[in-house]
């Protein structure tokens, strides 16, 4: 009885050895076949903590982030070249002087930008290529110097032919100031078309959240900081209850007024409607500016460095 087992036992270690090859062998195949027996980027092995988004926009890395601006670019200039147009690639540096323009214009710090033109919306709206206007935009800053140059060298129709061609619909829907917001949803032309071959489809969408901002939000600490948030904002008169908000309603009140034209084509009615959102978005961005600095930014970023001090295994 004793050989019998022996005997079995025996025979499970052989099986279980051949099984062993077997598992070997497809897995070899597999990534032969330009498989990988790897779990995927997203999904940490059991036991071990998830891999940290980065901390730049869409949840990049630095590395990850410069090398979509260039190859966006790139995809803009090959589109705009097709259309009939010059378009430069402009560098990783030129966009990101244009993000970081947001809100703070050279000269100006944050505090001043939006006590003197809020969420620079309604505020510095013309209706025409952000190349024409006066002021150092962040779309414009952007562009790139070498694009607002080939710009204005344009006739008057070849100038509203080329925006069409790189921006679409929507001409404030820049690649920079896109990226910055991390809302791909305006943009369209040759903008758009570079961007949907770089970015996810699931980044295209309005719906879109950054998942540094999704694992920030979810702690109860942050959930709490956006009632107080909204409770602050409420008690100026004002009804939001997240930042993000805030600019998507002045954005579509300013489409609504003007309908995209430009400032000398809007009646008297709508000149006094746009004045008066002008008025109303300094207004809310200050208040909006000081609430978020008193109950999000703090909770944000103890959040974030807890989060990015985790020791990794």
């Known amino acids: 009885m004793n050989d019998n087992r022996a005997d079995i036992r025996s025979g499970r270690g052989v099986l279980l050895v051949a099984a062993f090859l077997l598992i070997l062998m497809t897995a070899a195949c597999s990534a032969g076949a330009g498989g990988s027996a790897a779990p995927p980027a997203e999904e940490a092995p059991t036991g071990e903590p998830a891999a940290l988004p980065g901390t730049e926009e869409f949840g990049l ?5 410069v090398t979509r601006i260039e ?3 790139g995809l803009v200039a090959q589109c705009m070249s097709e259309a009939g147009f010059e378009y430069v690639a402009a560098d990783y540096d030129t966009v990101r002087q244009g993000m970081v323009a947001d809100k703070s214009l050279p000269g100006l710090s944050e505090e001043e930008f939006i006590a003197q033109y809020g969420y620079g919306i309604s505020t510095l709206y013309t209706g025409l290529g952000p190349q024409a206007s006066d002021a150092t ?4 800053i952007g562009l790139g110097e070498r694009n607002v140059a080939i710009y ?9 032919a080329y925006n069409r061609a790189l921006f679409g619909e929507n001409q404030d829907a820049t690649f920079a100031v896109a990226l910055e ?4 949803s305006r943009t369209g032309g040759c903008t758009r078309a570079a961007i949907e071959q770089v970015f996810a489809p699931e980044q295209l969408t309005i719906t879109y959240a950054n998942p540094l901002d999704a694992l920030i939000q979810q702690d109860p600490r942050m959930v709490a900081a956006f009632g107080e948030y909204a409770d602050c904002i409420r008690e100026a008169g004002f009804d939001y209850t997240h930042p993000e908000q805030i600019e998507a309603d002045i954005r579509s009140r300013v489409d609504a007024i003007t309908s995209g034209d430009p400032l000398d084509a ?4 709508a000149m006094t409607a746009l004045t008066e959102l002008q008025g ?3 207004a809310v961005a200050q208040v909006a500016f000081d609430c978020e600095e008193e109950f999000l930014t703090p909770v944000e970023e103890l959040i974030q460095r807890e989060l990015y001090a985790r020791p990794v295994q």
């Open 61 to 65: 890395t630095r590395e990850e982030l």
């Open 71 to 73: 190859a966006v670019e």
């Open 137 to 140: 935009t962040p779309a414009k």
């Open 152 to 160: 204005n060298n344009l006739s008057p129709a070849d100038q509203v």
């Open 181 to 184: 917001a991390e809302d791909f």
């Open 266 to 269: 809007l009646s008297a009615d």
């Open 280 to 282: 109303e978005e300094r």
